[in-house]
């Protein structure tokens, strides 16, 4: 069992910064597919951005890439994504998750254990 708790987002206006970190505990897998996902009222839950560290590879949504960025820090468990130049679209309920895999795609079936979700509200 992989334990996932969220910290970070809240309110923002447009063009504002937000850093949402994902503390993994239990039986941790340093070498899974780790993500984030959103997913705003409505509409079905989407991939933001995933990381893999064999192949060492991160994937964005092209709504994200070159605004948003994932990091991880396995000696301490967590995984980071820095949000900057947020826009309204951007708002959403964002969660964490972890992989079976080291490498997948980056989908919610791809992903086994997730995190409680944090929101992120933006203004215009």
């Known amino acids: 069992q992989v334990q996932l708790v969220q910290s970070g987002g809240g309110s923002v206006q447009s063009g504002g910064s937000l850093r949402l970190s994902c503390a993994a505990s239990?039986?941790?897998?340093?070498?899974?597919?780790m993500g984030w996902f959103r997913q705003a009222p409505g509409k079905e839950r989407e991939g933001v951005s995933c990381?893999?560290?064999?192949?060492?590879?991160?994937h964005y949504a092209p709504s994200v890439k070159g605004r948003f960025t994932i990091s991880r820090d396995n000696a301490k468990n967590q995984l980071y994504l820095e949000m900057n130049n947020l826009e309204p679209e951007d708002t959403a309920m964002y969660y964490c998750?972890?992989?079976?895999?080291?490498?997948?795609?980056?989908?919610?079936?791809?992903?086994?254990?997730w995190g409680q979700g944090t929101q992120v509200n933006v203004s215009s």
């Open positions: 998750a972890v992989s079976r895999y080291a490498y997948s795609a980056c989908v919610p079936p791809s992903f086994r254990y």
């Open positions: 990381d893999s560290k064999t192949p060492p590879y991160a």
């Open positions: 239990g039986d941790t897998y340093s070498n899974s597919y």
